[in-house]
């Protein structure tokens, strides 16, 4: 029953994150559902997602490039340190403290999830490029909650993108994409170092999650209604987030 529920969890879950984002809402808790300590099961959903973030940014590929006032290398630079600093953090959260927070990272993922077409619409409407000191350390800051807690870290990244001045949707997909591979990577073989993936758990979904993101690629051009999809997912997302306040 483990299984079966792993893999339900991450077909949905590479499904959702193809076409609208929001897959560790139901990735994180089915692992501490079948008993995976909640620090272990935060890194091994990582993992799992890391094969999608991946296959993003090769489709994305010919979009990534940096006409703002940030250098990729820049970028590239705070995904890294961000995204190893967030795993380094999470490998000194005790486990008592890292349970505490867990409702409130899953609820404040879900409201940035919700908020996401607003806070594109707005930040984009605005016009105005941070300084480069300040854009560096909002994608410093960003890189290091995904490398920390991955749920939001799309729209996040996505938002960081339009405050340091991209304007352009694919360009910013592409490079969310290629962040969001970089600051997984590092913090998946930091990790791994620590002894913290399950990787049998991790294995099934991944795959999962993989097989499902090809599925709802597919499925995605089909849909019509993002908006209620977009309801569904914020309505797991708050599912979720209740159900560790209660657990």
């Known amino acids: 029953m483990d299984y079966i529920l792993l893999v339900l969890a991450g077909l949905g879950a590479g ?55 940030v250098s990729l290398l820049a970028m590239i ?17 005790s486990k008592e403290t890292f349970s505490a927070i867990v409702p409130w990272l899953l609820l404040f993922a879900t409201l940035v999830f919700a908020a996401g077409p607003w806070l594109m619409r707005h930040v984009l409407g605005q016009g105005k490029a941070l300084p480069l000191v300040a854009a560096l350390g909002l ?7 995904g490398g920390y807690f991955n749920g939001g870290l799309g729209i ?28 997984s990577l ?12 399950a990787w049998k758990p991790a294995i099934i979904l991944g795959v999962a999650c993989a097989i499902g993101g090809f599925v ?25 987030a209740a159900a560790f306040f209660i657990w």
Do not use: C, Q
């Open 15 to 69: 499904a959702l994150n193809a076409v609208a984002g929001g897959g560790t809402f139901l990735s994180f808790p089915a692992l501490v559902f079948i008993g995976i300590p909640p620090i272990m099961a935060n890194a091994t959903a990582t993992l799992a997602a890391l094969p999608g973030y991946i296959g993003s940014t090769w489709g994305f590929r010919k979009d990534i490039r940096a006409a703002g006032p």
């Open 77 to 93: 630079a705070m995904a890294v340190i961000g995204g190893l600093g967030g795993a380094l953090l999470l490998l000194v959260t």
């Open 139 to 145: 994608l410093l800051a960003v890189s290091v909650y």
């Open 156 to 183: 996040m990244l996505l938002a960081a993108f339009g405050f340091v001045g991209f304007t352009n949707l694919h360009e910013m997909n592409g490079l969310k994409n290629l962040l969001s591979s970089i600051l």
């Open 186 to 197: 590092v913090s998946v073989v930091t990790y791994s170092a620590a002894g913290l993936i």
């Open 216 to 240: 709802g690629a597919h499925l995605g051009r089909r849909i019509t209604n993002m908006a209620a999809l977009r309801l569904f997912i914020t309505l797991v997302g708050l599912g979720m």
